[in-house]
């Protein structure tokens, strides 16, 4: 059974850094893309980054791009958060893609598992 539980989440000042974390179990990690996605109230689920299986390539939305770092480590998937900002307000949620070595994608439509997400609020 795929788990996948997400943490780290909080209240930081802008301009400060959070490291999120993903726990998963269920599957192997290294097979499968991860896909981090946010969703501030009254917006779309949006793509802030993905990993692919194997390669480990790395994708970022473009309002992350030099601020967010995406990694992983056995079982658990990272987001290093810096330089935070107010917009960088929202649920932060991780989803795993089922398909065998699949690559790295931005849509939440491409992934089939998904964590109940962590609360990211960035304000003074």
């Known amino acids: 059974q795929v788990q996948i539980v997400e943490s780290g989440g909080g209240l930081v000042q802008p301009g400060g850094s959070l490291r999120l974390s993903c726990a998963t179990s269920g599957f192997t990690l290294d097979h499968h893309a991860i896909g981090w996605f946010r969703q501030a109230p009254g917006k779309e689920r949006e793509g802030v980054s993905c990993i692919s299986s194997s390669t480990g390539s790395t994708l970022y939305g473009d309002s992350v791009k030099g601020r967010f770092t995406i990694s992983r480590d056995k079982n658990t998937v990272y987001l290093q958060m810096n330089s935070l900002k107010p917009e960088d307000t929202a649920v932060y949620y991780c989803?795993?893609?089922?398909?065998?070595?699949?690559?790295?994608?931005?849509?939440?439509?491409?992934?089939?598992?998904w964590g109940q997400g962590t609360q990211v609020t960035v304000s003074s």
């Open positions: 989803a795993v893609d089922r398909g065998f070595g699949s690559s790295c994608a931005m849509g939440f439509w491409d992934y089939d598992y």
